[in-house]
Every structure is written in C-alpha cells, then in structure tokens.
C-alpha cells in the first residue's frame, strides 16, 4: 500500500465507502437489493483507473505474477484458515465423515459459486484477478484501442447469452473461480482506465445528472416499473444497457462523493481507513457475524460494525506488525529497494 502523502485518498475513501456499501447489502436490510447494483462496481472501476499500461510480454508476465501473488497468498490463507476452524467445529459435532470433507474440500478450491456462508464474499478476490489479468493482456497484447474496446464489448454482450442460458437452465454447471463473471466485470475495468481524465476530476454537471439518473431509477424500480436484477456472483443480468449504466451511474456517484469528501478530514480519514483495510473486512465480516449469530441475534446495523470494527482493530494489532503475516494475510512484501510510483499505485488494486 501507498502511504498517505502519495496516495490519491479519495481512491481509499472509495474504497471504504464501497466496502461499507458490501456490508450494507450483506446484512440483509431494505437497502440491500438498490446497494447491490453498483457497490461491487466501484472496485473494478477504481482498479481500472489504477492499470498502467504495461510494455512487452516479458513484463506483463512478470506483472501477472506480481499480481496473483498478491490477491491469491491472502486468498487463500483466509480460505485455510476458516476451513479449519469449519473442519474443527464438525468434528466437536461428531462429523467423522471423510467423504464429506473431502467433498467440502474440493468445492472451496472450486471457488465461485460454491462459496457461501463463511466464505460468500470471496469468489469476488480470482474475480477481480482474473479481470485484471484479462484486461492487461488485451491491452499489451493489441494495441488498437479500438480493437481493445471491440474485445470488450463482445465480452459484455457474451456475458448476457450466458445468462439467458444459465437463466434457462440451458447451463447447469458452475465455472470455476466465478470466470465466466469477467466477461462482464471487464466492462467496469475498462471504463475505469479509459475514462481516467474524467474520473481524476468528476466534473459537477456529470455528478448531478448521475446523481438525478440514480434516483430515477430506484423510484422505478420501487413503484415496480423497472424490474431489474443484477447479481454478478450468479450471472443474473436483465438488461444489455441497464447492466452498465445502472452500475457506472451509480459509481459516479460515490466517486464524486468521495473526491469531496477529501475535505472533510475526520470523515475521510475514517473512509480512507476502512479503505486501506478493505481486504480483510471483505474476508473476515462474514465469518465473524455467522460466528457471533450463533449466541445472539441482532440488527443490521450491528452486522455492519462488527463487520468493520473487529477486522480493522485485527489488521492494525496483528497482521500489519508481523512480516509473515503481512505477506500471507494482506500480500504484502517488504521491498529491498523502493518501488516506484506508478508500482505503488498498481498495489492498491488489492480491493
């Protein structure tokens, strides 16, 4: 990650506004079905905006390799981890099944859709990996951008065939590492890096009219005129333009929210915070509220701090003060010699 005095802070404080909006939609309150049109959008697009063009194959592998590095170490040291603990309570139950274990086992490798309850959020993470590699393989590879835009849009367009056919029952298989879902997250990846003059500095007239265009379409959809659905975990599109423009109107939203938020320093602290730590909110949150709903229920509200406060507090106490814990928990690796700024900015791509 970037220190505070290179970093751009509203890319943080979208990110902490994004993972707060993950929460929201994950604690299950009247917000949820409007929260997750968009909130997982504002990722792919911040992380768009972060890709700098890579030049030859020889670093775009090496690139590749930085990245999987990365995303993958923490994935799935999380991934183990809340295995064992899962694997520990069944035998306490009396589970000595192995052909279940075993079962359970392979489907967590599998990823995608097989990932629920403790692990529901983390089809996201190869999601997010595989967009960026895609996307950086387009652009190193073909240098029309033209063609590039091409790719991408035939992308979108097959994304939505898949879902008519899963939504027909013509598909009754689940791709592994939730892949098939970045035919349409590249859409979003793309917008972020090819609109990054207009995104450094939303303009006003740009936020109120996505702003306007954003309500618009929650009243549709609250007096049932609109009917949308977008679920990208499971390939559930409903329209070819709405499926972009609904989530990009949105992100303009909260990107121009968090640019002028920079002014306000506690609040943009605190979102930059939570910005920083995003990778280990979105990993831990879930397991945590499952875990702690076993003695106590409680509201929404409560789902959504637990979800925050206690994988913050473990992240600054624990796993920022220990070089293993560092790499096999955030990805991150102490540099013999100091990156660059254009490198610095790839890291935070993380989430």
């Known amino acids: 990650m970037l220190n505070n005095i290179n970093r751009e802070k509203w890319l943080d404080i979208a990110k902490g506004i994004g993972i707060v909006l993950i929460l929201i939609d994950h604690s299950q309150n009247f917000l949820s079905s409007y929260v997750s049109w968009f909130h997982l959008t504002i990722f792919f697009v ?36 809340i295995t064992l603990y899962r694997y520990v309570i069944e035998i306490l139950k009396g589970n000595h099944n192995i052909a279940w274990f075993v079962k359970d086992f392979i489907a967590k490798i599998y990823g995608g859709q097989y990932l629920t309850g403790d692990y529901a959020p983390f089809w996201f993470i190869t999601c997010l990996l595989g967009t960026q590699i895609i996307f950086a393989i387009i652009h190193t590879l073909i240098r029309s951008k033209k063609v590039q835009i091409a790719i991408v849009l035939f992308f979108y367009i097959l994304s939505h065939v898949e879902s008519m056919l899963v939504h027909n029952k013509t598909i009754m298989f689940y791709v592994p590492l939730a892949a098939d879902v970045i035919l349409i997250t590249v859409a979003y990846y793309a917008f972020g890096f090819y609109c990054k003059k207009l995104l450094a500095s939303i303009p006003m007239y740009i936020q109120i009219f996505s702003l306007g265009l954003s309500i618009a379409f929650v009243v549709l959809q609250a007096k049932e005129r609109l009917g949308f659905q977008f679920e990208l975990k499971y390939v559930a599109y409903s329209n070819l333009i709405l499926d972009f423009v609904i989530p990009i109107s949105f992100t303009l939203v909260f990107l121009g929210i968090s640019q002028m938020l920079t002014k306000l320093k506690f609040t943009s602290s605190a979102l930059s ?17 499952l875990f702690i709903k076993n003695f106590v229920t409680y509201p929404s509200i409560v789902f959504i701090l637990i979800g925050l406060i206690i994988p913050l507090t473990f992240e600054k106490i624990l796993l920022q003060r220990n070089l293993l814990l560092r790499f096999l928990f955030l990805g991150k690796v102490k540099n013999k010699r100091p990156a660059n700024v254009d490198d610095k900015k790839q890291v935070t791509t993380i989430i």
């Not at 768009?48 to 799935?76: H, M, Q, S």
């Open 273 to 289: 915070m939570l910005g920083m730590t995003s990778l280990t909110i979105m990993y831990l949150h879930f397991p945590l509220n």
């Open 46 to 81: 911040v992380s768009g905006y972060l890709f700098k063009p890579i030049n030859g194959i020889e670093d775009l592998i090496a690139w590749i390799k930085r990245r999987t590095i990365v995303l993958l170490v923490p994935y799935f040291s999380f991934l183990l981890c």
